[in-house]
């Protein structure tokens, strides 16, 4: 039964840090993306299912089969780590062809696009094969991701596991792989678990997220649902959220919750049910959702909230333009650059905002 | 920058000062050197100590290893002595005669016994003694060590001693016997550094002198007069007795220690005062007491060459050939 | 064009103001050192004339004294690679309570004086010993005047020189180059044996040519337990001792020969195969 990978309740000590009651499954084909920041224990949870840490409890379950307390070797994980993690010593046939070729533990089903068997059918595959005698360190970033991936489609693999394979390359050449990345998964149609600190590679390759914390899962679900509902203030500044703001819950009617910031107040959407009154909460609104009208102009229908200020400060940021913008709390906006060149932004000029009610989100303190 | 030259100057200052001090100091306190043998070691740090407190501003160096070694330590490794003593009276005209000349005359001071040691741990200890030695020594089983016969007197001394013990059993092959028990393994270039392995119980019994038995306490055997050496009057019998070594066949020769000032030595004038005083009363007590023989007077070689003062402690050696 | 290499070697890599003052102290700080390595030795070799040479190398006894050290020392390198660099892996990936203790107590041999070190080794390996006693017993195997015994000897004095290098060859190995091995489906053993060693193997042979390097130059505790057979350095004790200053110099500097050209091969090896795997 082909029913991918599933982690149940998996806890690890390891000397201080605790790993607290990891929980997901994985369908073939789909990829996971955990989310996090240094610390957070994501390499541990790799490294767990990997077979490197022995859990405390819970279990590791590879196509139905329960790997708990089988050694690395017996596993069947394919591992990729930043940089890559070539063997240096070994040229690319030779680090392609040192693993199994066939693990006895689980049984390897058919799959018509995996190329097993052949290692030149193999190197050809990932378009390696007029590199087979060069050395690791003669090798781009992007041929030595794909003959890391050779290397662990080799040993035909029912799981992928990525460390932070992008963290030391720059952003273009980060974007490039990312892409031959998903398209190679795709294409194999082999689970994979992402472990990053970078958002963007949560977007970018995602099925699902967890956002892990200090060993425990604070929320997990479609990347887009991340993005855009994050749990609490920690979710929020991680997922990039720039304005996040502690208000008061003043009434709540129709729909509608009124959510009191300093002296102002914020008409927000209500989605899920009536929050008490007098109730402290966190908002979350992204900047891109933080409209900068010209003066003179009408309200559109949408907008809820309208709210005068002053410019505080004007940052350009290459293709985006940053504005922060002091309405009796600060807030920020982004534009796009044409747009700040013909508004003709100045710091301290009166500006007003609008920000619709459906943008903003209300969270847990 | 200007603060790397004023560093220099007082560095260089410095220097000057400490160095001064040192010069200074060198010009009131004297240092004598000696080189001795090994078996001397005990003996001559005592008598050091009393030398120092007798006469102030002065200190005593001593040290101790083969005769043969610290005698060529002298002569081709040029190493400044003021005084050498050695366990083999013949060491010093043979090496230190020349030509060149390190030394003119000498002087034998004491006189020692070869035997051999042993601890209770050792085989056969509750049986040997100075009746049925040489039989128990040759049994099988039984460790003996010694020190090399090419290197060290101690060590052609014993055979020598061996040689005349057959001749005086009337045992023949007893020497060999012994020797089976002495093999290569066993052997040491000086007879001391065989004593920790006698502690320990790798060997049972070491040929040693009985001064060194007497110092580090250890059981030895009271052997008869004509064959352990220790008798300067029967030279004659002892001169029966042979080892066949890489420097030769020597022939045996009572054990004799023997002193001599190294010509042109910086101290000159306190090494006179050592001998002195090792030849003297004072000198002759400590190696008595330190489980030697001695000889009063002192018998000296090339008599005529000797400094006035030290000729009244000696006579000359009779029949001693320079 | 003399001038300019001078330059080079001198300035690499220096910033613009001041060019070269830091390298050029360094350079003759650092060549008073080499003097003083090399001076005595070159001294000593000048101090020989061909004959005398000639003379000592035909004497079976020396020759048999060097055979006998290279023998032994090699054999010292080998026992301590056999032993030292599982020791050294273990102390590279592991954490245990006492770690600190255990890696003061590799360093102690280097501290002991050589004369303690090989009585210390007698009361061990001698003929009342607690090895020395069984092992003679059981398989017949002496330490007191024996090549085992000069062997045990040699080890003791310049094992830690195996483990300490090794280690650090341990260490600079990436941990997860092995993790992703075993992913790959190889065992712990195989993981050590094809990935790790491999690639601290310039470290490791570093270690072994050190060890064999101090194994062949020890005295002080070869002489308490081996005086017959006699190694080099016994032998040329011996020859100064019974002939003098020449002979002993003679002796010594054909030891230097051999050893000297055994060391320059063995450290060759290492880096050879460390720079062709290289391709920097």
């Known amino acids: 039964m082909n029913t991918g990978v599933a982690v149940e309740a998996l806890t690890v000590t390891l000397g201080a840090f605790r790993l607290d009651k990891i929980a997901f499954s994985l369908s073939r084909g789909t990829i996971l993306v955990i989310l996090g920041p240094n610390g957070s224990g994501k390499s ?21 089969h329960d790997v708990t307390a089988l050694p690395p070797e017996r596993r069947n994980v394919g591992f990729v780590v930043q940089n890559f993690g070539l063997f240096p010593h070994l040229s690319v046939e030779q680090n392609i062809t040192i693993g199994r070729r066939n693990n006895g533990d689980i049984p390897v089903p058919e799959q018509a696009k995996l190329p097993r068997g052949d290692t030149a059918a193999l190197l050809g595959y990932f378009g390696v094969a007029h590199l087979a005698r060069r050395m690791p360190s003669a090798l781009s970033s992007g041929e030595k991701q794909r003959v890391a991936l050779a290397r662990a489609v080799a040993g ?32 194999l149609s082999i689970p994979a678990i992402f472990v990053t600190h970078d958002y963007s590679d949560a977007m970018a390759l995602a099925d699902a997220v967890i956002v892990l914390r200090d060993g425990t899962a604070v929320q997990s679900g479609a990347p887009s649902e991340i993005f855009r509902k994050p749990a609490n203030p920690f979710v929020a500044r991680f997922v990039g959220v720039e304005n996040v703001l502690i208000g008061r819950v003043t009434e709540y009617s129709d729909g509608i919750v009124l959510v009191a910031i300093g002296d102002r107040v914020l008409r927000v959407a209500a989605r899920c049910g009536a929050p008490s009154r007098e109730r402290e909460l966190a908002v979350a609104i992204r900047a891109e959702d933080v409209s900068i009208v010209a003066t003179g102009v009408a309200a559109s229908d949408q907008a809820a909230n309208r709210l005068s200020g002053r410019i505080a400060e004007v940052r350009p940021l290459g293709a985006l333009v940053m504005v922060t913008i002091d309405c009796g709390f600060p807030l920020k906006a982004y534009l796009l650059a044409p747009q700040a060149r013909t508004l003709r932004l100045a710091g301290g000029s009166p500006v007003v905002v609008e920000i619709s009610a459906e943008a903003i989100h209300l969270m847990r303190k | 920058m200007r603060s790397a030259p004023r560093l220099c100057c007082a560095v260089l200052a410095a220097a000057a000062g400490v160095s001064g001090i040192a010069a200074v100091r060198a010009a009131n306190s004297a240092t004598l050197t000696i080189f001795a043998a090994g078996t001397l070691a005990a003996p001559f740090r005592q008598m050091s100590a009393l030398f120092e407190a007798k006469y102030n501003d002065v200190s005593v ?33 043979k090496y230190l005669f020349g030509p060149p000349a390190y030394a003119t005359w000498y002087a034998g001071f004491a006189r020692n016994a070869i035997t051999f040691v042993y601890t209770e741990k050792s085989k056969y200890a509750d049986e040997i003694n ?35 013990a057959e001749a005086y059993y009337k045992q023949p092959g007893l020497e060999q016997s012994i020797l089976a028990n002495a093999p290569l393994a066993n052997m040491r270039d000086t007879e001391t550094s065989l004593i920790s392995a006698l502690q320990i119980g790798q060997i049972d019994y070491l040929a040693i002198y009985r001064s060194d038995a ?36 020597l022939f045996g020769a009572p054990i004799v220690y023997a002193v001599t000032t190294v010509n042109g030595a910086k101290n000159s004038g306190l090494a006179e005062k050592f ?39 000696v006579t000359p050696w009779p029949g001693a050939s320079g | 064009m003399i001038r300019s290499a001078a330059r080079n070697l001198l300035w690499r890599g220096s910033a613009p103001s001041r060019p070269g003052a830091l390298y050029l102290v360094c350079w003759f700080l650092g060549s008073i050192l080499i003097g003083f390595f090399v001076v ?148 712990p053993w195989r993981t050590f044996l094809r990935i790790t060693l491999p690639l601290a193997r310039a470290s490791v042979m570093t270690g072994v040519t050190l060890t064999y390097a101090r194994s062949i130059s020890e005295f002080g505790a070869v002489i308490i337990l081996v005086y017959f057979p006699m190694s080099a350095p016994v032998m040329i004790y011996e020859l100064f001792l019974r002939f003098g200053l020449d002979e002993a110099a003679g002796a010594a500097v054909l030891l230097l020969a051999v050893s000297l050209s055994l060391f320059l091969l063995l450290r060759m090896l290492a880096h050879a195969n460390a720079g062709s795997r290289e391709m920097r």
């Open chain 2, 61 to 93: 160096q001593a040290q101790f290893g083969g005769s043969v070694k610290m005698a060529r330590q002298i002569t081709d490794l040029h190493q400044d002595a003021d005084i050498l003593a050695v366990a083999d009276y013949n060491v010093i005209p």
């Open chain 2, 214 to 249: 007497l110092q580090h306490r250890l059981k030895f055997i009271d052997l008869p007069a004509a064959i352990d050496l220790s008798d300067p009057a029967q030279a004659a019998t002892y001169k029966r007795g042979v080892a066949h070594t890489k420097n030769g066949d």
């Open chain 1, 44 to 64: 541990v949870t790799l490294e767990t299912i990997a077979g490197f840490h022995r859990a405390d409890s819970g279990r590791v379950l590879i196509d139905g």
């Open chain 2, 275 to 313: 001998v002195a005083f090792l030849l003297g009363s004072q000198g002759q007590t400590v190696m008595k007491d330190n489980g030697f023989g001695t000889f009063s007077p002192a018998y000296a070689v090339r008599f005529e060459a000797m400094p006035t003062a030290l000729k009244a402690l």
């Open chain 2, 130 to 164: 100075a009746a049925n030695w040489y039989k128990v020594l040759a049994r099988p089983g039984v460790e003996i060590g010694r020190s090399n016969p090419d290197t060290d007197p101690s060590g052609y001394q014993t055979v020598q001693m061996l040689n005349l």
């Open chain 1, 156 to 187: 035909a693999p029912q799981l992928f596991l990525f460390d932070e394979p992008f963290s030391a390359l720059d952003t273009q050449t980060r974007a490039g792989l990312r892409d031959e990345l998903l398209s190679f998964l795709r294409d």
């Open chain 3, 40 to 187: 005595p030795l070159i001294a000593l070799v000048l101090s020989q004339t061909g004959t005398n040479l000639a003379t000592v190398a035909a004497m079976p006894d020396v020759r048999a004294s060097i055979a006998l050290s290279i023998e032994g020392a090699f054999l010292s390198a080998t026992l301590a690679a056999v032993v030292g660099v599982p020791l050294a892996y273990v102390l590279a990936r592991t954490n245990f309570p006492g770690k600190a203790a255990v890696t003061a107590l590799i360093d102690l041999p280097l501290a002991v004086p050589h004369t303690v070190a090989g009585i210390a080794l007698l009361m061990v390996f001698g003929r009342h010993g607690v090895l020395g006693e069984p092992l003679q017993a059981l398989v017949g195997l002496e330490f007191w005047g024996t090549l085992a015994g000069i062997v045990v000897a040699m080890m003791f004095v310049s094992a830690p020189f195996t483990v300490n290098a090794a280690r650090i060859g341990f260490e600079a190995v990436d941990p997860r180059l092995e993790k992703i091995a075993r992913t790959l489906g190889l065992s």
